[in-house]
Structures are given as C-alpha cells and as structure tokens.
C-alpha cells in the first residue's frame, strides 16, 4: 500500500486476525463476558497457526520475510502474553500472588519469543523442533484447562489456573524439544478448537 509504512499481504492479513480476536478477547473479559472471550482466545491460537502456513504458500523477498517475522512475534507477545492475564482475571485471579505469576509469565513468553527471533535470523532451514513450548500453544492449553473446569461448578478452579500459569512459564523458555506441528496436526488443532468453541458457545446461552 503506496504511502504507508509495513508490508500488507495474505500473511499480514491473518496475523492481524489473530490480533483482533486477542484485543476482543481482552475486551470481552474486561465486559465480564469470560465464556465469549475464551472462544476469542481460541480463535487467536488458530489464526497464529496458519499464518505461517500461508506465509510459506507465498514467495516473499526479503524484506517481507524479515517484516512477517518481527510482526508476527510482537502480536504473539500482545495475544499470548498479555490477553491469557486478562482472560485469567476474568475468571479469577486477581491476587497479589496473581500478579506476581503474571508478571514471571510475561517474562518468560517475551523472552521466549525475543530467541526464537534471534533463532530464526541465525539458521538457514527451518529445524523440525522448536527448543521450548510456543506460546501460541497458550491458546489450546488454557481454554482446555478452563473447559475441565466447567466441570466442577460451586467450587474454585483457581489453584490449577495458577498451576497451568506456572507450568507454561517454565516450558516457554526451558529448552526441551517440541515437534513442530505438521501434516495431520493441522487438522487435528483446528478440530480440536472448533470442538472447545461449540462447547463454549453451548454453556454462554
């Protein structure tokens, strides 16, 4: 687009889709509609994944390239960094303790994605595992967790929240391998999500 900085292409499209679902995400939890912003959320986790996947499907130079990265990783710190803290006080944690889990699992996920950054400038072909759990993998494990917590109503879920923030601050940035996802996994995580969406909008109404 003549006269305006960035590069606007099909990659750009859906990362800025993910980002939107994320700031409605936060939105919807700030409204107090928690149920509505998890399937936010969820939406946000998709996006993430299969805007590389369209980024591969088009020939970029190098400019592109180096632009779809350093984009993608700042809305992954806003989706995946800051809206799970909103999404979480939503549904409850909102302590001093709270606060200081939140502020270790912000620091965790950004320095995470600060070396994926420098990973990906350094190697010349794309390795078949990631070194740490990505953070976009937030969006499948936090909405699973909440959903195993529709299951016991009347009584707090907080503990294993406080749990899952804590084992997903630790895996962000302990350098264990994690396979990539390809093939058949890319459809298994969109069914996966479309089943957690259902269920949601089911126990909204």
């Known amino acids: 687009m003549k006269g305006f900085i960035g590069v606007y292409n099909a990659p ?20 107090g509609q928690k149920e509505l912003a998890v399937i ?4 946000a986790g998709l996006f993430d994944l299969f805007d590389g996947v369209v980024a591969r499907l088009k020939e970029r130079n190098e400019k592109e390239a180096a632009f779809g990265l350093y984009i993608d990783s700042v809305v992954d710190a806003i989706s995946f960094g800051l809206t799970p803290v909103t999404l979480l006080m939503a549904w409850g944690l909102k302590s001093v303790m709270d606060l200081i889990l939140f502020c270790i699992y912000c620091l965790c996920a950004t320095t995470r994605l600060a070396y994926f950054n420098v ?14 759990l990505p953070v976009t ?3 499948l494990i936090i909405p699973l967790v ?28 302990y350098d264990v ?25 089911l126990h909204a109404e």
């Open 12 to 31: 750009y499209l859906v990362t800025m889709l993910g980002l939107f679902s994320a700031v409605s995400c936060c939105f919807l939890s700030f409204g």
């Open 40 to 43: 936010a959320f969820i939406f």
């Open 119 to 132: 990973l990906q400038q350094s190697q010349k072909t794309s390795p078949s595992h990631y070194r740490g």
């Open 137 to 139: 993998y937030s969006a």
């Open 146 to 173: 909440l959903t195993v917590g529709l299951f016991f109503r009347g009584s707090s879920f907080t503990w294993p929240l406080r749990i899952t923030v804590v084992l997903l601050s630790f895996f962000f940035v």
């Open 177 to 201: 391998p994690v396979k990539k996802p390809k093939g058949v996994f890319y459809i298994i995580f969109p069914l996966l999500g479309l089943v957690l969406v259902t269920i949601w909008l």
